[in-house]
């Protein structure tokens, strides 16, 4: 019991000790239905949340705060596996903290893609056993069933998950069209409905925004110099 404390307590492990606690405290103020289960979700994608970076990330399709249980367990694992092979064993000293950052920072390099996968495998759950759920359908790509209608309105499914229909509302000059692969970006919860782009500017306004932010990067770090 002793030794299940100090490795428990130990750095790196205690960040995941105190962070699964947490998520642990968390789903079950969910299940007791005190806490939402679409906790970090937002209406519209656009700004840096948590929600839309996990999307960029690959998490599209189930509740951010899902994604994030997955994404610690994953994580603490391979942590845990690091502490048991080789970190207990070894005299670090005070360099087990530089060397503690280092691990759990390839703990979450290697976590995030198979957490991304694993949630994917599970978004068709998530539709089927919680639809009232809406906003964690942001980021999901859909096909456009038919052509929208006089006043925007057209229905679209899920490419990963035919049986999932949601409801699109398109502006004028961005009508959505039969065939069409489009990217959900925004839940309109007054029209129970998604505004949504096609998928090709998403991913050229994605990029975009990455190359802005690498540039105000260098900027930040230029004036700082």
């Not at 937002?42 to 840096?48: H, N």
């Not at 929600?51 to 705060?65: D, E, R």
């Not at 057209?154 to 502006?171: E, I, N, S, W």
């Amino acid at each position: 019991m002793e030794t299940i404390r100090q490795i428990a307590l130990s750095f790196p492990v205690v960040v995941f000790s105190a962070l699964l606690s947490l998520a642990a405290l968390y789903w079950l103020l969910v299940a007791l239905r005190l806490a939402p289960l679409e906790l970090f979700e937002q209406d519209s994608l656009k700004g840096d949340h948590l929600a839309s970076t996990l999307v960029a990330l690959g998490f599209a399709g189930v509740p951010a705060s899902f994604a994030l249980t997955v994404l610690l367990v994953l994580a603490g694992a391979i942590t845990l596996i690091a502490e048991l092979a080789v970190l207990r064993w070894l005299p670090l000293g005070l360099f087990r903290i530089p060397v503690g950052v280092v691990v759990l920072w390839v703990a979450f390099v290697v976590a995030s893609p198979v957490a991304a996968a694993l949630c994917h495998a599970l978004h068709g759950w998530f539709h089927r056993h919680a639809p009232q759920q809406r906003r964690c359908l942001l980021g999901e790509k859909v096909k456009v069933m038919a052509e929208a209608d006089t006043d925007g309105w057209a229905t679209a499914m899920l490419v990963g998950d035919p049986a999932c229909q949601v409801r699109l509302h398109g502006k004028p000059d961005n009508l959505p069209h039969a065939g069409e692969r489009r990217i959900l970006v925004k839940y309109v919860a007054d029209e129970d409905a998604y505004r949504s782009v096609a998928e090709g500017d998403y991913r050229e306004a994605r990029v975009h925004l990455s190359r802005l932010r690498l540039r105000q990067g260098r900027g930040g770090a230029a004036a700082s110099s």
